[in-house]
């Protein structure tokens, strides 16, 4: 959801730089609309460098979508070990959302963007969607407090589609987007002991 920043004492490698411009790119013109010669001409590197660390642009974009997957779920892990758990912690990942549209250039959920372009799945786009959709539904399912399993389920899968939505609207909305569904997380989740967990202050 944020981006790394590189500092000067860490100097991005060649395949941090050829991911940081392709995730640029992505973000800003869709997957189908970027070539590899752009993101190569973004990125400074020689044709060779990127080939040697991405054989096809099919590897590319599953490793961008691998990035952003497992930096989603370390702001998710460190929300965890601030303590933050139920609806509360639930809430912390709609925050963290509206958060990232807040942002100048936001360009929306890479994850929504790249399903809604039906890439094709030789590289294995689709396997890493529905990993990340997998381990956000099972984080929803074990934060509600319900003791049937089938209704856990379900309202998990309703609290996704209600994300989804709000980061659909976000690209028109922006985090307002999210200001509208806050009734509605209490309804499914339950409100947070303490309300708002005030995550999109402090991000």
Known sequence: M???????QEAPSARERILDAASRLFAEHGVRAVGVARVISEAG?????LYAHFP???????????RQAERSEREIEALERAGLRGARLIRAV??????????????????????????????GVS??????RRSLLQRFDRCLDEDDPRS???????????????????????????????PLIDLLAGPSETGSTGVRAQL
């Not at 096809?56 to 691998?66: G, P, Q, T």
């Not at 807040?102 to 039906?118: P, S």
């Not at 987007?177 to 806050?182: E, N, P, T, Y």
């Open 152 to 182: 856990r389920d379900r309202t998990a899968r309703q609290l996704m589609a209600l994300l989804d939505g709000a980061k659909v609207a976000s690209l028109e909305e922006g985090a307002a987007a999210f200001d509208a569904v806050d």
């Open 45 to 49: 590197v020689a044709k060779a460098t």
């Open 2 to 8: 944020t981006a790394h920043v590189h500092t000067a």
């Open 56 to 66: 096809s642009k099919d590897d590319l974009v599953r490793a961008y979508l691998e």
């Open 127 to 132: 396997q890493v969607l529905a990993d990340q």
């Open 94 to 123: 709609f925050d963290l959302a509206a958060n990232a549209a807040a942002q100048d250039r936001y360009a929306g959920c890479c994850f929504i963007a790249a399903a809604a372009e039906h890439l094709d799945d030789s590289g």
